[in-house]
């Protein structure tokens, strides 16, 4: 297998134009796209993640790198075969009906994108027939709720009780966050993960799909 380490690096110190020579040198001496996609480029965001989650980095550095991701994935992604990439899951993530807050949401949209999951990002403001939309349209198995604000925190719950009203419940998992949600409120609200900050996330809903 190829020696990714140096381009894993590029990525992870967000040397775009150095992530994008190394991808085409990895990809001219014959390695596999898919093997570059997810043993360099997806482990190094995985390592940012984890960078982040230990406060090493912080947004700005954040995005950086996924500024070096998203452009050496681009060179990898008319490469990739049906069958050579398949996501974990596939999430439909919003801030919930009456909140326009959408840092939080995008910070864990992109780890979560970087880590093999499949997004459907619904914006803000997003009502529980829009996620319901989501389920019988895009095939979300995870629904990712986020809200910034202590009033707007019981969307989250009405759209859980939607959910199941529809009879979809059952099929989806839903993670939920924000700066005034918990883990006691997750549990008092029936979802299934809660996470405190976008590098958790990932880790979190790996382990709830596994």
Known sequence: ???FAALQQAVINGKRDEAVRLTQEALDGGAAARDVLMDALVTA???VAERFKRNEYYIPEVLISDRAYKAAKALIDPLLKQGDFTPIA???IGTVQGDLHDIGKNMVALM???AGFKIVDLGTDVSPDKFLEAVSNDGCTVIALSALL???MPSIAKTIQALGEAGVRGKVKVIIGGAPVTQAYCDEIGADGYSPDAGSAVDMLKALVA
């Open 1 to 3: 297998m190829a020696d």
């Open 45 to 47: 965001m995985l390592e």
């Open 90 to 92: 596939t999430v439909a």
């Open 112 to 114: 979560l994108g970087s």
């Open 150 to 152: 202590t009033t707007t």
